[in-house]
């Protein structure tokens, strides 16, 4: 008999019975991990427990919690594996000796004698053994780093918790757990231990605690010992002590005492602790311009990941949910593609309905559907107001307030609501009319009452914009978001005069800020905002009366402010949605794909190789998935992918099973990250060329769904002769005919469609580069007259090329016809003064060609235009060249941007130069497209 293990058995008895009466009052339990013990006793004692069991062949009764206290150490240490064989190990004997039915029956005497704890829920229940020892280690090390973690995802929530009792911290804090093991789960659910824990890790040790002291410490010198949970405490006992001024008012969190363990706001309104927590989930619509001058809406929603930081259970019910967006139709969206930092983008069929949710999921949770429901609709209104940004785009304005000088496209559900503003233009979306609405500057009184009458107003007010650090979010109407770590920068411009702002948070008293007289630009900071939603009311005032007696206010501005805690990230974590696909179109079709006309970009984690492949299911439901491209690398940008994508079609032999699809769709597959599906609609066309080889054997197909053979119309257009049509039988075409020599464009006509593809040869060996020039007929082409060039070339350059040859051919063709429409246009003398132009070209050599210019007053404009406003884009350019030609009267807008089209793009669609205005006008538009191009291109000296 060992009088080491009787001396220490007394002293545990003698502890624990003391640790019971200290914590009986608070009704928390003992731990074994929770002794006295230094760690030279404790290896003694591991030495004398094994001496005892060689020399007595079984485990005495006598030190029963000299064995709890070595088992919980052993659990204190354990990692996951196999807890008996490694406990063996440091125990020597015990395979031999050692019984865990006999350890575990003591545990559960030490249960009701000292008030220890007990294993519960259902890891308890299936690992009855092991429960015991690991249980009462209280904090073991491997889930130390968890309980870090966890501490991390809630930091920006932890300073709420300062005044709450330890059940309630240990219970706010469980949401924030990352897919916690069951082990894990049961530590969580002792949530008066994990609340003093916490305490004790965020507050020191000095703090009152349930937890034995010595045993506290010794866990946090432990977590301070690892490096990643050491930053991950670290951080979270920084935002915990983070000191925020309230400007006034106290903080209006508490914990809640119900049994959701979440954040409340002085009641259970969820939209109101939403609001106060800065997360913002109402969605926007934005337009985008159509090169026909026609306007696509976007509905913008913002990604949930904000509403999961403050409500962890959220995650679980995205990641099994799925959803549709009403207004953009019928179409299944994960949920987890919610999660993502960007806004989801949705193309709109239909405009949404009023006072209802844009999202519709297809499972139900009633919190969650209580939150999104009342915050993730439209505002009721009658009309709607985008200001045009003449960048391609219009951004929707609250408020219902225009500016003179300023251009909007105003939408409403009723159409004589809005005809009188302006100018009715094309929304591609059911339910929903818009006008043009240009204003001028000053407004003239009738156009004020027109104004009014539609429910606008017209505004005399400061313009806000963020400077420096961009906020996630922003509007022209003051809605911005920031993060809680991000001081928000404003500057005000005004136009009119004034000496003195106010800023005034709603509730509080204002404060003024001497900005002195003139119209310079003033700068305020917004430092210190608390987490939470912030409304300011912004006046500009300036002294008026008799020698300055009184202070009037002039003009005045809201601004909304969210401001939330940034994302949870942590190094070597992947995002949950570690694999982000975009396109454009957002909702892309087959022909998009077989046009070169979608793009796609990937996002996701580099170290993992991408596969892009094409999916097609038939109509009896069997699958066919072919290899795009392998071995790819995200990021994944646009230029890799339609060198992918050319390669690929380039190379396939039948686009017949694509075509004859019942759907298909792309698929983005990053190794273990998963795949990511992007659906391609098949439009409903009646008509539609198919091509196949096999070889140097070609055949092309139509595909004939419904339209009678005599309202159809089919042609070959031959290379060498692109201007002259030949006639094809239709009845042959339905079954498909050999190319044989044939190689040209191949046009079909009816049921109100027209689609044409460029075949060229198949054969590619033993040509030179003469075999890929097209060898038309170039003098046939300068016979035609400019309305026939310009109808030529639309039909080759919007033609679909189905091979590598063809598509040499028709940029050549395309190359030709271009030039022959600038020589038509610009005269072949003015062509060649074009031509001389090089990059080290004078002033004197640009100024003949603008002497070409008729009035030449028109290419002085655009030339000063280039260089004083620097634009640089295509885009820019061609708003730049349309407004002054309009302002010239030499066209409209619609018709300058299809001429500046037809004078600097090399392969226009069809629809940009359908509006070109032929006439005695076109010389000089095409002239002067031509010398902002050039001066672009050649980098001409900008120097005024």
């Known amino acids: 008999m060992s009088s080491y293990l009787l001396e220490v058995e007394e002293g545990l008895r003698t502890h624990f019975d003391w640790l019971k009466r200290e914590k009986s009052a608070l009704k928390s339990p003992v731990f074994a991990i929770e002794h006295p013990l230094s760690k030279e006793e404790l290896a003694k004692l591991r030495a004398e427990l094994a001496s005892s069991l060689r020399l007595a062949g079984e485990m005495s009764s006598k030190y029963k919690l000299c064995w709890i206290v070595h088992s919980a150490e052993h659990g204190y240490d354990f990692a996951g ?49 092991i429960a015991w020892p690991i249980a009462n280690a209280l904090a073991p090390l ?64 000095d703090k009152e605690t349930v937890i034995y002291r010595p045993t506290l410490q010794r866990i946090t010198n432990d977590l301070n010992g690892r490096a990643n949970a050491r930053e991950w405490l670290r951080d979270a006992r920084r935002q915990y002590s983070r000191t925020i001024f309230y400007y006034g008012r106290q903080n209006e969190y508490r914990l809640s005492n119900g049994d959701d363990g979440g954040v409340d706001e002085g009641g259970a309104d969820p939209i109101a602790q939403l609001r106060r927590s800065g997360v913002l989930l109402k969605p926007r619509i934005v337009l985008t311009r159509r090169e026909d001058d026609s306007w696509v809406p976007v509905l913008r929603i913002p990604g949930f990941q904000p509403l999961v930081d403050i409500r962890q259970e959220f995650r679980a019910h995205l990641l099994r949910s799925k959803f549709v967006v009403p207004a953009h139709g019928d179409q299944l969206f994960l949920g987890a593609t919610l999660l993502t930092g960007a806004p989801l983008s949705r193309t709109l069929r239909s405009w949404p309905a009023e006072r209802e949710c844009v999202l519709r999921f297809n499972t139900r949770e009633s919190y969650f559907d209580q939150i999104v429901s009342a915050e993730c609709q439209m505002d009721p209104s009658n009309i709607w107001l985008f200001q045009d940004r003449r960048d391609g785009g219009a951004t929707l304005i609250t408020g219902g307030q225009v500016r003179a000088g300023a251009s909007y496209i105003v939408v409403a559900r009723n159409a004589d609501a809005i005809n009188a503003l302006g100018k009715p233009t094309t929304l591609k979306c059911d339910g929903a009319h818009a006008v043009a609405l240009d204003l001028p500057n000053p407004l003239g009184s009738d156009l004020s009452h027109r104004l009014e009458r539609a429910g606008l107003s017209i505004a005399r007010r400061l313009r806000l914009q963020p400077v420096g650090l961009r906020p996630r979010q922003w509007t022209e109407d003051g809605f911005g978001e920031w993060l809680s770590s991000e001081t928000p920068t404003l500057v005000v411009y005004r136009d009119f005069e004034f000496d003195a702002l106010t800023i005034e948070f709603v509730g509080l008293q204002p404060e003024e800020i001497k900005c002195g007289p003139g119209t310079e630009p003033a700068f305020m900071q917004l430092r210190n905002l608390p987490i939470g939603r912030h409304h300011l009311q912004i006046k500009a005032t300036k002294l008026t009366g008799n020698l300055g007696a009184y202070r009037a206010e002039v003009a005045s501005a809201s601004l909304h402010v969210y401001i939330r805690p940034p994302t949870s990230w942590a190094p070597g974590k992947l995002a949950l949605s570690a694999l982000v696909v975009s396109t454009d179109p957002p909702i892309p079709t087959l022909d998009d794909l077989f046009n070169h006309s979608l793009d796609l970009q990937v996002a996701g984690d580099s170290s993992r190789s ?68 992007v659906a391609l609609e098949i439009p409903a066309k009646p008509l539609r060329w198919a091509y196949s080889h096999q070889g140097t054997a070609q055949k092309v197909l139509l595909l004939n769904d419904g339209v009678e053979e005599a309202e159809i119309e089919a042609a070959f257009y031959p290379f060498a002769r692109p201007n002259q049509q030949e006639r094809l039988d239709v009845s042959a075409l339905s079954g498909g005919i050999d190319v044989g020599g044939k190689h040209g464009l191949y046009q079909v006509r009816g049921a109100g469609i027209e689609i044409a593809i460029v075949v060229g040869s198949a054969a590619t060996r033993g040509h030179g580069l003469e075999f890929l020039q097209a060898g038309a007929d170039s003098e046939a082409l300068v016979k035609l007259n400019i309305r026939q060039l310009i109808a030529l070339r639309t039909l080759w350059c919007s033609a679909r090329a189905v091979n590598k040859l063809g598509r040499y051919k028709r940029n050549s063709l395309c190359g030709l016809l271009h030039r022959a429409v600038l020589a038509k246009t610009c005269t072949e003398y003015w062509c060649r003064e074009e031509q001389a132009l090089t990059s080290n070209s004078t002033e004197l050599d640009w100024s003949r060609l603008e002497e070409g210019v008729h009035p030449r007053s028109f290419a002085i404009c655009l030339t000063n235009a280039w260089k004083r406003d620097r634009p640089h884009t295509r885009s820019e350019l061609a708003d730049v060249f349309s407004e002054i030609a309009h302002s010239f009267k030499l066209a409209s807008y619609k018709e300058a941007r299809a001429v500046w089209a037809l004078a600097t793009e090399s392969a226009p669609s069809e629809h940009s130069t359908t509006n070109v205005p032929i006439g005695a006008g076109l010389e000089t538009l095409m002239k002067g497209a031509r010398l902002m191009w050039r001066s672009q291109e050649l980098g001409r000296r900008r120097d005024l």
Do not use: C
């Open 610 to 677: 991408l596969t892009i492949s094409l999916r097609a299911i038939d109509e009896n439901g069997a699958a066919k998935l072919t290899d795009i491209a392998k071995n790819l690398r995200s990021p994944l940008d646009s230029s890799v992918w339609h060198s992918a994508l050319q390669s690929f079609l380039d190379g396939l032999e039948s686009e017949l099973p694509y075509f004859t699809a019942t759907s298909t769709g792309l698929v983005i597959a990053a190794e273990d990250v998963g795949e990511q599906r």
């Open 81 to 129: 594996l196999e807890f008996w064989e490694s406990f063996a190990k440091m125990t020597p004997n015990w395979s031999v000796y050692g019984n865990k039915y006999v350890l575990r029956s003591w545990y559960r005497e030490f249960a009701k004698a000292h008030g220890g704890i007990q294993p519960q829920g259902d890891w308890g229940k299936h690992y009855t053994f």
């Open 142 to 205: 491997d889930l130390q780093v968890h309980l870090a973690r966890t501490l991390f995802n809630a930091r920006y929530f932890l300073r709420e918790t300062q005044e709450a009792p330890a059940e309630m911290i240990g219970r706010f804090i469980s949401p924030y757990a990352e897919n916690p093991s069951s082990r894990f789960q049961f530590f969580l659910e002792q949530s008066s231990i994990v609340g003093y824990l916490v305490r004790g890790l965020l507050e020191g040790i």
